[in-house]
């Protein structure tokens, strides 16, 4: 099956600093998929981003298909910013996700 | 309701019960996905429906595993003699499912089972 490798696994930030959290995947992907795993557990979508570019406030995503690696850059961060950050990506027919084992980020005041 | 529900959100077990978790996908969604999330790691697949019907089991540990989606909304994964290797967090997902827009296939979880095996 597919693999998929998040680098770095841990990540400690200073309120303010920016970061670029990297996935790297092993074959063609017709989904890929950035989420926020909260203290709670939550899965908080982030970018839906099989391709291309995209922002949303502070957060940007870039996946470059053919290379076969995605990009969240977050800037300015915040302690709420906090979490697990995990890239997830599908080549099957049904888009079963196959996670990678996630940046564990920890921003302090 | 606005996402996708999980009950209960916490279930202790001892060795040996069965359990029943619950999933309640977004109203509307057709493909419905249950992943198994243990400590320290990524979520990991377990099953897939498209309405109804059960396309890809191949994630299911073993046979006591089953789930079921009878009417093509609520799910249920339900665990036999539970032993404690399955202790883990249950996420349900839904997504709009195959159509003609790529978003069909953005997956939304839910808050997750949390299930202690004793």
């Known amino acids: 099956g597919i693999q998929v490798e998040q680098s770095p696994p841990d990540l400690i930030l200073q309120e303010g600093a920016n970061s670029t959290l990297r996935c790297n995947f092993s074959?063609?992907?017709?989904?890929l998929q950035w989420f926020h795993q909260n203290p709670w557990g939550q899965l908080i979508n982030l970018f839906y981003?099989?391709?291309g570019t995209k922002q949303n406030g502070r957060l940007s995503a870039t996946t470059v298909a053919t290379e076969r690696y995605s990009l969240l850059y977050i800037s300015s961060s915040q302690t709420t910013d906090s979490g697990v950050y995990f890239c997830a990506v599908s080549n099957s027919g049904y888009s079963t996700l196959t996670f990678g084992k996630g940046t564990m980020l920890l921003v302090s005041p | 309701g606005a996402g996708v529900s999980q009950s209960p959100r916490y279930k202790v077990a001892k060795r040996g019960q069965d359990v029943a978790l619950r999933c309640d996908p977004i109203?509307?969604?057709?493909?419905l996905f249950w992943y198994q999330q243990a400590l320290g790691q990524g979520p990991e697949f377990l099953t897939y429906?498209?309405?109804?019907?059960?396309?890809?089991k191949s994630g299911l540990p073993s046979d006591r595993f089953f789930a079921e989606r009878p009417e093509g909304s609520v799910s249920t994964l339900k665990i036999q003699r539970t032993q404690q290797e399955d202790s883990a967090v249950y996420l349900c997902a839904s997504s709009l499912g195959p159509g003609t827009k790529k978003s069909s296939y953005e997956q939304y979880f839910g808050p997750g089972t949390r299930l202690t095996v004793t």
């Open positions: 429906f498209q309405n109804e019907a059960q396309l890809d």
């Open positions: 074959d063609s992907v017709n989904n």
């Open positions: 981003i099989p391709s």
């Open positions: 109203s509307g969604h057709v493909s």
